[in-house]
């Protein structure tokens, strides 16, 4: 009989917020300190919504321009409400800085986010860095509202801005050997308090099959509620992958490697067991630990039913047949 053994590194279960807090809205909102001591119209709206945060400014850049930008309609949630901007910049993991999600804001204000330069490499036809001005000019934004669902049960939806990573791609003209793509993000621990912890490895590396990353959905992005990308949501570049669990979509990215073989991934190096390389969101396989029939949404504190693919099964379903 196999006896599964929490790996040291695995999220623990008093990570995943409790239940209670979330069925009352004011009471969420009062206890997410408690809780987070672990792991084609324009959007106006949006932007006025991101005015509740308090976020720690951002260099003045003159990409600011491009915002707010064009909303999508052909990516919308039509079955939830939007999470507001000050709870989805409030509850965030990114354990290079800390795993209580509320400090998360706080500690990752002091990021040097400009200049910011992206390399690209491995199985492409000619190797190169671009910094972030020049790539973000090269391909028009746009506002997409997806669902984020979080390994940890719980979930947010936000009108994310960015570029399909889809158009990047082609940008970067891989070799008919590319079958994978590998994401770095950036390694700075004097600056991000996380990263000296060494019984982690970092920088934090993800990766994607290329036809998932190539696949329509998948966003570079760099904005988030009509403006630019906050730190804590990963400024000043990020990749969103709407259909997998949140820690598939890396966060301040710095370089990118075409690969032939299957990259490594950060989690799934530390808990092979609870961690997968796809880890595509699906209610019918549970965390080893806790069930993923249900999320909590963290903008109205209700319980909800987690869907298969994450509700996006008609934009990704064929790639699992």
Known sequence: MNVLRASRYSLAES?????EIFWNRRRFITGLALAATTAAF???????????????PLPVRASDSLYPAMRSSRYHVDDRTLTPANIAGRYNNFYEFTTDKAAVARLASGLTIDPWTIEVGGLVQKPFQIGFEDLIRKFPLEERIYRLRCVEAWSMV????????????EFCAPLSSAKYVRFISFYRPQEAVGQRDHDYPWP?????????????LTLMTTGIFGK?????????LRLIVPWKYGYKSPKSI???????????????????AEYSFLSNVDPDVPHPRWSQMTERDIGTGMRIPTLKFNGYSEFVASLYA
């Not at 490594?264 to 808990?271: I, K, S």
Request: charged content about 25%; aromatic content about 12%; overall charge negative.
């Open 15 to 19: 990570a995943v917020t409790p239940e």
């Open 42 to 56: 324009p959007a106006c709206r949006s932007r006025e919504s991101a005015s509740d945060a308090t976020d720690a």
């Open 158 to 169: 936000v009108p994310w801005v960015g570029f399909p990573f889809a158009k990047f791609g």
């Open 204 to 216: 934090y590396y993800e990766g994607l099959r290329l036809d998932e990353a190539m696949n329509e």
């Open 228 to 236: 630019p990308l906050p730190r804590q949501h990963g400024a000043p």
């Open 254 to 272: 710095v370089k990118i490697d075409f690969t032939a073989e299957q990259p490594r991934t950060f989690w799934n190096d530390l808990g092979p």
